[in-house]
């Protein structure tokens, strides 16, 4: 009996689907976090009757066919890569991405990984680096004696230094922009890799067109909207539920049909 | 063997035909631009000889298959605000283009590819009017119109970049599912009158869940009504026998 499958294909989809939820529901407070979501596909049919097939030599047709499915699968979870709301925080090394474009960090292995998470500090070395350590690239270092620390829209770093009231250029920073954004690879760590998915990366200064521009003091938060995951979980719950209702009435079909026997 | 079996038979398969049906739709209850089925069956009559008592030829009906209709009927629209979610409203179907050739789908879940090529899920094209869909590094807020046309901005100043296809068919429902919610059809596509689209939106399946766990039961309890008429048939065949093969002492 088929729908014994299909139901069981439909139950491992919604299960996916909840932990989806689950998982941008757990990172609600996750700086810089971008909302997930599944989408499923159809799987395979089986033809019995393909539509339109003839019925006689008059050329009639069969208006429907018998098409038999599979069942469902998730086909992807992609990123939903829309803004999140900014919140102020008044740390000057917090760096908020107001439109498209990630920070370049450099990893410990040295490779290169982007994020949206701009919650920087600095290192004993005076380097601007992320909540893991990792530098921020291209490397920008704050002199040991700098009073205050600004940053522009366009990403320009200016320090002032004690005993000197023109404040000096330390660093500027850079945003790097992708074909496709939902292609990049999350490793966990508000950290994504390039893929061969997401295309090659491209470097430009916050503010130039395409690229979003830099607000200092405040942090990006995750794009996750409560209201819209919880309505999704019990949708998600109740489209579990029925499957195995079907579950069960095929099993109680399939259990009458070995009583007849008896 | 005795023809009210068979007829209980050819109902039993019908039951989990049924059911078959019944449980792809509610496996797809979240799969975009899913559209639900209904298995469809026809009486079938056979002529047999008359049994005792009875003059004329009897007839006796067996159920079939005689297919799987699709509902055409809209699917709720979903808000996503992903700038490349598309939903259908009305009539139409999105082009994609496979390795096997053009497909149809109104699964409107788009993003970009490698090469800012507009692709599905599994990476086929989305077809424009002229082809695949390419946006390009420059193209900021990328907006899609009513009508398709798709537009952007480039350095502050607008820039039209095409116009998604949407088409039409002659004849919906001979479209042949193929799975990964795309459609195939030998028919030529004419682009579609009454068609609207909605960016940032998702079709959802129109499957009502309601609507197929209650025929879910009807078909279970149909199931069962049989399965216990093929009992009493059983039990009958069975006293028929004992009785009539009991040797008088």
Redesign the interface.
């Known amino acids: ?4 499958s ?2 069981s ?2 139950m491992l ?2 299960q996916t ?1 909840v932990e989806v939820i689950a998982n941008n529901l757990a990172n609600m407070n996750t700086t810089g976090f971008k909302q997930q ?9 089986q ?6 097939a003839q019925t006689s030599d008059q050329g009639t ?12 699968k998730t ?2 979870t ?1 990123r ?3 803004q999140g709301d900014l919140t102020s925080t008044s740390n000057p090394y917090d760096v908020a991405i107001q439109g ?1 474009g990630y920070f370049r960090i450099q990893q410990s292995d040295g490779t290169d990984g982007y994020t949206r998470a701009g919650n920087f500090s600095l290192s004993p070395q005076g380097q601007l680096v992320t909540q893991d350590g990792m530098l921020v690239q291209p490397g920008i270092a704050i002199p040991a004696n700098t009073i205050t620390v600004q940053i522009n829209a366009q990403g320009q770093v200016n320090a002032t230094v004690a005993g000197n009231a023109t404040p000096q250029t330390v660093g500027q920073l850079e945003l790097t ?1 992708f ?2 954004e ?2 990049l690879n999350a490793i966990g760590g508000n950290i994504l890799l390039e893929t ?5 990366p ?1 470097a430009g200064v916050p503010g130039s ?2 690229y979003g521009t830099v607000q200092q003091g405040f942090l990006e938060t995750s794009n996750v909207n409560s209201v819209d995951e919880i309505t999704s979980l019990i ?2 719950q ?2 579990y539920e ?2 195995s ?2 579950i069960t ?2 099993d ?2 399939l259990q ?2 070995s ?2 026997a008896a | 063997m005795d023809n009210s079996l068979l007829v209980s038979l050819s109902q039993q398969l019908a039951a989990y035909r049924s059911m078959d049906v019944i449980a792809n739709n509610l496996a797809n209850i979240s799969t975009p631009g899913f559209k639900r089925e209904s298995a469809k069956f026809e009486e079938y009559i056979t002529r047999v000889a008359p049994s005792e008592g009875q003059t004329g030829m009897q007839s006796v009906s067996f159920v079939k298959d005689a297919g799987v209709s699709r509902d055409l009927s809209q699917g709720n629209v979903q808000t996503t605000g992903a700038p490349f979610d598309f939903a259908i409203n009305g009539n139409g179907y999105f082009v994609v283009q496979t390795p096997q050739g053009m497909r149809y789908t109104r699964d409107g879940h788009f993003t970009l590819d490698a090469n800012g090529q507009v692709v599905n899920s599994d990476g086929y094209a989305l077809q424009g009017d002229s082809g695949a869909i390419t946006i390009t590094p420059a193209d900021t807020n990328v907006h899609v119109g009513q009508d398709g046309i798709i537009s952007s901005t480039v350095n502050g100043l607008a820039s039209q970049i095409g116009k998604l296809q949407v088409v039409d068919f002659a004849n919906e429902r001979t479209l042949v599912k193929e799975g990964a919610n795309l459609y195939s059809t030998s028919q030529t596509p004419t682009t579609a009158a009454n068609a609207t689209i909605g960016q940032g939106m998702l079709e959802s399946s129109n499957v009502q869940s309601v609507l197929e766990i209650s025929h879910m039961i009807e078909v279970m309890r149909a199931y069962q009504a049989t399965a216990s008429l093929s009992q009493s048939q059983e039990d009958m065949i069975r006293q028929a026998v004992t009785r009539l093969g009991a040797t008088p002492n």
């Open positions: 009996m088929r729908a014994l299909i139901a294909t439909g989809a919604q689907n979501r599944s989408e499923f596909q159809d799987l395979l049919y033809n019995v009757m393909t539509p339109g047709f069969a208006p429907n066919g018998i098409q038999i499915g599979a069942g469902v086909a992807a992609y939903v890569t829309t498209p922009r074909p496709n939902a292609g061969a998915a997401s295309g090659s491209q067109p395409g949708t998600a109740r489209a029925m499957n209702k079907v009435a095929a109680q079909m009458q049909t009583q007849m």
